[in-house]
């Protein structure tokens, strides 16, 4: 009874070093997505996938990267960490096309801190 | 392009008292999903409700309930005899018909004193 998996829970990086935050879900989700949460500013949509192959950006998208090769697996990358990019990360994921009124599975999430 | 308003960023009750978190949507379309979602002070998002454009009847799930009003583009959510466990942010959120993202409220912060 996995759902969506996020690895790590936490992470301390320095300035300019580079990371991948993982997302794996069970539920043979088209749809998967990250999140970044900030304090007063509720969750905003970094990328998004709607099935293998296919990703685009969402509201924040610069500093990262994303790819989505299986279903299964949708990692987000950060290329040159920043201290502007110091949040707690979201992955959800939900069933797919036509569906829109398929609530969204969330991991637990990453806190990311940049120093 | 679709936006979703919570103007209340922090509420504080007393235990026992009746809380209405206020959720204010813009979307174009005809068809659209609304959500709620809670974020304990442990950090993981709970889905809580769901309601399509299209069945503005109000639901009552034990002390939760959800007042949907297409005339005035809002979705507002009320806990009645609030609890100390209800304290958390709460989020609401509006998606378009198709594989739309999910997009999110700045949340409302509800704090419930013993």
């Known amino acids: 009874n996995a759902g969506v998996t996020q690895t790590p829970k936490f992470q301390v990086l320095k300035t300019g070093q580079s990371m991948t935050l993982q997302c794996a879900q069970d539920?043979?989700?088209?749809?998967m997505s990250w999140y970044r949460q900030d304090p007063g500013m509720g969750l905003r949509l970094i990328h998004y996938s709607v099935g293998a192959g296919i990703t685009d950006q969402g509201e924040v998208p610069n500093g990262y990267n994303v790819s989505r090769s299986t279903t299964e697996d949708f990692p987000l990358r950060l290329l040159s960490a920043a201290p502007s990019q110091t949040s707690v990360y979201f992955c959800?994921?939900?069933?797919?096309?036509?569906?829109?009124?398929?609530?969204?599975?969330f991991g637990d999430g990453t806190r990311l801190s940049i120093l | 392009a679709q936006k979703v308003t919570q103007a209340q960023t922090e509420i504080s009750v007393v235990e026992k008292e009746d809380v209405t978190l206020d959720c204010v949507y813009e979307t174009r379309d005809t068809t659209y999903y609304l959500f709620w979602y809670k974020q304990p002070p442990s950090g993981e998002l709970v889905f809580l409700i769901r309601r399509n454009s299209f069945d503005e009847q109000n639901e009552i799930s034990g002390r939760y309930s959800w007042n949907f009003q297409k005339s005035t583009s809002s979705f507002n959510f009320t806990i009645t005899a609030s609890q100390v466990v209800d304290s958390a942010v709460y989020f609401c959120a509006l998606r378009e018909l198709g594989n739309t993202p999910l997009v999110f409220g700045k949340g409302t912060r509800l704090s419930v004193i013993a």
């Open positions: 959800a994921s939900s069933r797919g096309q036509g569906t829109g009124n398929q609530p969204q599975h």
């Open positions: 539920m043979n989700h088209e749809y």
